[in-house]
């Protein structure tokens, strides 16, 4: 694993535990050159997959740009980044068994599903880029809308 500060190609690992979600081995290294220490994460995955876009584009799945556009709905909202990372996990998972391409709609949809069950906030947030808001009355209808579905707190929901 190269150094993230000095770019040495080895480093020494130094201790190695799952992570709390059990998704991911968390591994702390230590540079050989320089000594810095960083953490790793190693994941499970299932196959390569390939995103197609709205303008028919291909390209690699990056579950990185997947947090990040999480992490711009969920900002300032009290989720533990525990929460947040079990939520990209089993987007991810959930995209994997779909097959090796996936369309930028399901991503989108399994990742409003996915916030919609955590935090209405931020399933508005992310709700507001991905349908693509254009005036005030769309944040009115979908929040109307949440509303209507939520579940006063102490009460489970019927089914």
Not at 22 to 32: D, K, L, Y
Not at 56 to 85: C, N, V, W
Request: glycine residues 6%; aromatic residues 6%.
């Amino acid at each position: 694993m190269r150094c993230p500060f000095c770019a040495h190609e080895d480093s020494q690992v130094k201790d190695s535990r799952p992570s709390e979600d059990a998704s991911a081995i968390r591994r702390r290294r230590q540079c050989e050159a320089c000594g810095a220490r960083f953490t790793t994460f190693e994941r499970v995955q299932l196959r390569e997959l390939t995103v197609l876009k709205k303008d028919g584009k291909r390209q690699p799945f990056d579950r990185d740009k997947l947090a990040r556009a999480i992490g711009h709905a969920t900002r300032k909202r009290e989720i533990s980044p525990e929460k947040i990372d079990r939520l990209i996990s089993g987007v991810q998972r959930q995209l994997e068994t779909r097959g090796d391409e996936v369309k930028t709609a399901q991503i989108g949809e399994a990742v409003m599903t996915g916030l919609k069950a955590l935090d209405h906030v931020a399933y508005i947030r992310f709700a507001s880029i991905y349908k693509d808001f254009s005036d005030p009355g769309d944040f009115a209808e979908i929040a109307e809308r949440v509303e209507k579905e939520a579940v006063p707190p102490g009460q489970d929901k019927l089914i």
